[in-house]
């Protein structure tokens, strides 16, 4: 499939392009998750994912939604994962972790299966529907003691976004989404998400980077996002500490992980960039 199937058709049959219709298997620790922590009977899993992918696609029609790729859970893959795992257990500190733009909180259920207290935990996303389907894709509105607060990265007003400043976060976890929007606006983005991140924090997550850096056709006809390397990242954050009278040190890494060439949404230059950002100021 070429680009224009992104920005020349009509919204629904742009969507389409998006949209694969049957679900083989379930990857194994997405299973795992299921059958373990929401109590789903192994062979009622992929019924049950699809179904809510179904629900998932007509209100947010994202490609991670109709590839099945929120199925992917990509935090327990950073190389921190461990530590932060740890962090958040521990007794002796009130750790807290906040998902930016955390779909259905698949990545959060993930640290309370690995025992972090769910209160702990908040998730953070701009879709009201991707919220609300979460409880009903790992079954726990009952038991699940985390927050979660629908915000716009890009406005960050209100008494929502000063609750989360007032609080404050060790560890933000932030995949899949700066790589939605142009630079001028991860600017935007970052530069509100350092407010969160208390002094000694991090943010960390992957998204789509690219060894040419620069804008690629975005989703929406028209519009572009901005894909980093390490060394756009780095100054990226160079410029939110400057503004912000902070100071952030950027770690990252590229590589080919679920990374399809091929895919017209990706193409031969795009990696996986995996990164870490620590507050030092
Ligand atoms: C591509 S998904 C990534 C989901 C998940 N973090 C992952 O890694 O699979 C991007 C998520 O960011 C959310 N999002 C998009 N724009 C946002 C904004 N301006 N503020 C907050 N969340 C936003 C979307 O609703 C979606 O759930």
């Not at 609300?132 to 990265?153: C, M, N, P, Q, W």
């Not at 932030?174 to 001028?184: I, K, R, Y």
């Not at 208390?198 to 980077?209: A, H, N, P, V």
Request: some cysteine.
């Amino acid at each position: 499939m070429s680009m224009s199937a992104i920005t020349d058709t009509s919204a629904f049959e742009r969507n389409r392009g998006w949209y694969q219709t049957d679900l083989i298997e379930v990857n194994e620790p997405f299973h795992q998750l299921l059958e373990r922590y929401s109590k789903i009977p192994s062979s009622d899993i992929i019924d049950h994912v699809k179904k809510i992918r179904d629900r998932a696609f007509e209100s947010s029609p994202y490609p991670c939604i109709g590839l099945f790729r929120f199925t992917n859970l990509t935090l327990i893959t950073h190389p921190l994962y461990d530590k932060i795992v740890g962090i958040l257990k521990s007794e002796s500190t009130d750790a807290a972790y906040l998902d930016i733009g955390c779909c259905f909180g698949q990545d959060l259920r993930r640290l309370v299966f690995d025992g972090v207290p769910s209160e702990r935990l908040v998730g953070l996303d701009i879709e009201r529907p991707l919220l609300e389907l979460g409880y009903d894709l790992f079954l726990d509105r009952e038991t699940l003691k985390s927050h979660f607060v629908i915000a716009d990265i890009l406005e960050a007003q209100g008494k929502t976004w000063e609750s989360l400043e007032e609080r404050g976060f060790d560890v933000i976890h932030c995949s899949a989404v700066f790589h939605l929007f142009t630079l001028d606006r991860q600017v935007i983005a970052a530069k509100h998400i350092a407010r969160l991140v208390k002094k000694g924090g991090i943010i960390i997550g992957r998204q789509m980077g690219s060894v040419k850096p620069g804008d690629v056709p975005a989703l929406t006809k028209g519009t572009f996002s901005y894909r980093h390397d390490v060394d756009t990242f780095d100054a990226m954050w160079k410029k939110v500490g400057e503004a912000t009278q902070t100071r952030w040190n950027v770690e990252g890494v590229m590589d080919m992980v679920n990374i399809n060439p091929n895919n017209y949404l990706e193409g031969e230059d795009s990696r996986r960039l995996l990164f870490t950002v620590t507050r030092i100021e």
